[in-house]
């Protein structure tokens, strides 16, 4: 992970926002090459959800909607996440993910490999002696460990064996003198509070330019509420035809308890959600239907099967909303994780609109003669999830003699550059004329850029870790044969191509018709 955040910060794809002032915590800025790819991700997704299909609509609402929305919706009440304070070194834990995150920690994995096999207690104490005191100071194992080892005596050989039960253990080498198991602190090791505090992931505003008289409203946590609530202006100028939908791609905002992991999770970040309304006995097979269509779309875009899966929710982490969900997981370096959301909302959003304004928000079906509420499918997937899935999955580090050549092997469509003209020799005035006039012409149908700031290894490399599918090379030939070279990024085969051609076979090479 280190190595994209380097890459994406070295090559200007995103760099932390206010970085100058020290940086805001999670917080990302997309640079030149993050905006292209941005751009294209979002392009591509709405070609293939909106361009690509006669049943969605596309739509753009403001961030910030009546509060009562926030209220109908749920959101107010319910959007809470359940969290543990650790009173040592105040660091914020999600209630559902501890127990990953202990598993996961420094502690635990070096306690884990100390105590792989058959070992006693010794090793134990051991532990708690050296890496234990630097790694999970606070750890009760590592502040008393004679009495806490003595709550494990019957536990600790089976360490690493079948029959292991890590919440079990875990529990007792956290336990102080009382005896009474407790979950530690993943980060020090302390006894947690057994009691979780719950956040409210809304952020607020003041709607008003007089502090005293301005409207609280809320920074949207789902771009999904604007267009329910635009149900009846979609119905009354357009008027579709079940099953149809509504897409719409804009930023939304959460007061995340545990942003990180880069931009996998930020409290500013933006969507791409299709609410697509159906019959309600259409639901189910709608919903299979959606969860095929986006698994695609990721390996469409040359996302590798290996590294994304199905993940259907069971009933307790469904959202207050939804009566099915499956996620869409990338396989990340930090382990699999959400990038996309399938949920099957039913009529629970369209209904608490209708309940909270006082309109009728059913739908007529006109062949059948009667209004119903429709059910609702949303794809809710995230776009800079979608970014970062994209370039851990394309980042390649290839042996070339004896040097590393590190490549984003991006899809055509997301690769931020399509080409670059470079001369071979910078010296010579008229190399460089030729390269900037090809560069001029080739601008005018794509995405090209002109590079003479190194020599030519230098600037294949560099275009090469920004995912540049061609390089057009102009050479002391190219004044004689108007010939020049064009390198593939993948394979770095060359082909010699006349200049005369070299927009055709550009244009083929990317698939433009
Ligand atoms: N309207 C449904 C909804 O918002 P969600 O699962 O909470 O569902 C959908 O969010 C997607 O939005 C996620 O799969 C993820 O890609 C993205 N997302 C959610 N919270 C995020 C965060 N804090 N940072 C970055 N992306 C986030």
């Given at each position: 992970m280190e190595k994209i955040v380097s890459l994406c910060k070295r090559r200007g794809f995103i760099f932390q926002s206010s970085e100058i002032y020290g940086g805001l915590s999670n917080t990302w800025d997309y640079g030149p090459f993050g905006v292209e790819l941005k751009?294209?991700?979002?392009?591509?997704?709405?070609?293939?959800?909106?361009?690509?299909?006669?049943?969605?609509?596309?739509?753009?609402?403001?961030?910030?909607?009546?509060?009562?929305?926030?209220?109908?919706?749920?959101?107010?009440?319910?959007?809470?996440?359940?969290?543990?304070?650790?009173?040592?070194?105040?660091?914020?834990?999600?209630?559902?993910?501890?127990?990953?995150?202990?598993?996961?920690?420094?502690?635990?994995?070096?306690?884990?490999?100390?105590?792989?096999?058959?070992?006693?207690?010794?090793?134990?104490?051991?532990?708690?002696?050296?890496?234990?005191?630097?790694?999970?100071?606070?750890?009760?194992?590592?502040?008393?460990?004679?009495?806490?080892?003595?709550?494990?005596?019957?536990?600790?050989?089976?360490?690493?064996?079948?029959?292991?039960?890590?919440?079990?253990?875990?529990?007792?080498?956290?336990?102080?003198?009382?005896?009474?198991?407790?979950?530690?602190?993943?980060?020090?090791?302390?006894?947690?509070?057994?009691?979780?505090?719950?956040?409210?992931?809304?952020?607020?505003?003041?709607?008003?330019?007089?502090?005293?008289?301005?409207?609280?409203?809320?920074?949207?946590?789902?771009?999904?509420?604007?267009?329910?609530?635009?149900?009846?202006?979609?119905?009354?100028?357009?008027?579709?035809?079940?099953?149809?939908?509504?897409?719409?791609?804009?930023?939304?905002?959460?007061?995340?308890?545990?942003p990180g992991n880069f931009t996998f999770?930020t409290?500013?970040?933006?969507?791409?959600?299709?609410?697509?309304?159906?019959?309600?006995?259409?639901?189910?097979?709608?919903?299979?239907?959606?969860?095929?269509?986006?698994?695609?779309?990721?390996?469409?875009?040359?996302?590798?099967?290996?590294?994304?899966?199905?993940?259907?929710?069971?009933?307790?982490?469904?959202?207050?909303?939804?009566?099915?969900?499956?996620?869409?997981?990338?396989?990340?370096p930090?382990?699999?994780?959400?990038?996309?959301?399938?949920?099957?909302?039913?009529?629970?959003?369209?209904?608490?609109?209708?309940?909270?304004?006082?309109?009728?928000?059913?739908?007529?079906?006109?062949?059948?003669?009667?209004?119903?509420?429709?059910?609702?499918?949303?794809?809710?997937?995230?776009?800079d999830?979608?970014i970062l899935?994209f370039l851990v999955?394309a980042f390649?580090e290839?042996?070339?003699?004896?040097?590393?050549?590190v490549v984003l092997?991006l899809?055509?469509?997301?690769?931020p550059i399509?080409?670059?003209?470079?001369?071979?020799?910078?010296?010579?005035?008229?190399?460089?004329?030729?390269?900037?006039?090809?560069?001029?012409?080739?601008?005018?149908?794509?995405?090209?850029?002109?590079?003479?700031?190194?020599?030519?290894?230098?600037?294949?490399r560099r275009q090469d870790e920004v995912g540049?599918?061609?390089?057009?090379?102009?050479?002391?030939?190219?004044?004689?044969?108007?010939?020049?070279?064009?390198?593939?990024?993948?394979?770095?085969?060359?082909?010699?191509?006349?200049?005369?051609?070299?927009?055709?076979?550009?244009?083929?090479?990317?698939?433009?018709?």
């Amino acid at each position: 992970m280190e190595k994209i955040v380097s890459l994406c910060k070295r090559r200007g794809f995103i760099f932390q926002s206010s970085e100058i002032y020290g940086g805001l915590s999670n917080t990302w800025d997309y640079g030149p090459f993050g905006v292209e790819l941005k751009n294209n991700v979002k392009s591509a997704w709405w070609k293939a959800n909106v361009y690509g299909r006669d049943d969605i609509l596309g739509m753009d609402a403001a961030i910030l909607m009546h509060p009562k929305v926030w209220e109908a919706s749920g959101h107010l009440k319910s959007f809470k996440d359940p969290f543990i304070k650790c009173p040592a070194c105040l660091q914020f834990f999600r209630l559902d993910t501890i127990w990953d995150k202990i598993w996961n920690s420094d502690w635990f994995t070096s306690l884990r490999e100390t105590m792989m096999g058959d070992k006693d207690s010794s090793y134990l104490l051991r532990w708690a002696k050296t890496e234990g005191k630097k790694l999970a100071p606070n750890l009760n194992l590592v502040k008393e460990p004679e009495v806490t080892i003595s709550w494990i005596a019957d536990l600790h050989h089976k360490f690493g064996g079948v029959e292991f039960d890590f919440k079990t253990y875990v529990g007792r080498i956290a336990c102080s003198r009382d005896g009474i198991a407790r979950t530690p602190c993943p980060n020090c090791g302390n006894p947690l509070p057994e009691e979780s505090m719950a956040a409210n992931l809304m952020l607020e505003t003041l709607f008003g330019p007089v502090k005293e008289t301005a409207q609280k409203v809320y920074l949207r946590p789902e771009t999904a509420q604007g267009m329910f609530v635009n149900f009846l202006n979609i119905l009354d100028s357009k008027h579709p035809k079940l099953p149809f939908g509504l897409a719409q791609i804009g930023k939304a905002f959460r007061n995340e308890v545990t942003p990180g992991n880069f931009t996998f999770r930020t409290r500013e970040f933006e969507q791409m959600e299709i609410e697509y309304f159906v019959k309600p006995q259409e639901a189910d097979k709608k919903l299979e239907e959606w969860i095929e269509s986006r698994f695609n779309w990721y390996l469409n875009l040359g996302i590798k099967k290996e590294n994304l899966r199905k993940r259907p929710h069971n009933k307790a982490e469904l959202a207050h909303y939804a009566k099915a969900c499956t996620d869409i997981e990338y396989n990340f370096p930090f382990g699999w994780s959400e990038l996309e959301g399938i949920a099957n909302r039913t009529d629970f959003d369209l209904k608490q609109h209708a309940q909270a304004s006082g309109r009728d928000m059913r739908y007529f079906d006109d062949v059948a003669k009667e209004r119903f509420y429709p059910y609702i499918i949303e794809p809710s997937g995230g776009v800079d999830r979608s970014i970062l899935a994209f370039l851990v999955d394309a980042f390649h580090e290839e042996k070339v003699k004896d040097d590393i050549r590190v490549v984003l092997k991006l899809h055509k469509d997301l690769a931020p550059i399509k080409m670059a003209v470079l001369p071979l020799l910078r010296n010579r005035p008229e190399i460089v004329e030729m390269a900037k006039e090809i560069a001029g012409d080739l601008k005018k149908s794509f995405i090209c850029v002109y590079d003479d700031t190194g020599s030519i290894g230098k600037l294949y490399r560099r275009q090469d870790e920004v995912g540049t599918l061609y390089c057009v090379t102009v050479d002391v030939q190219s004044l004689e044969d108007k010939q020049v070279t064009v390198r593939d990024r993948d394979t770095m085969l060359q082909d010699r191509v006349s200049i005369d051609r070299l927009k055709e076979y550009l244009s083929e090479k990317l698939n433009i018709k």
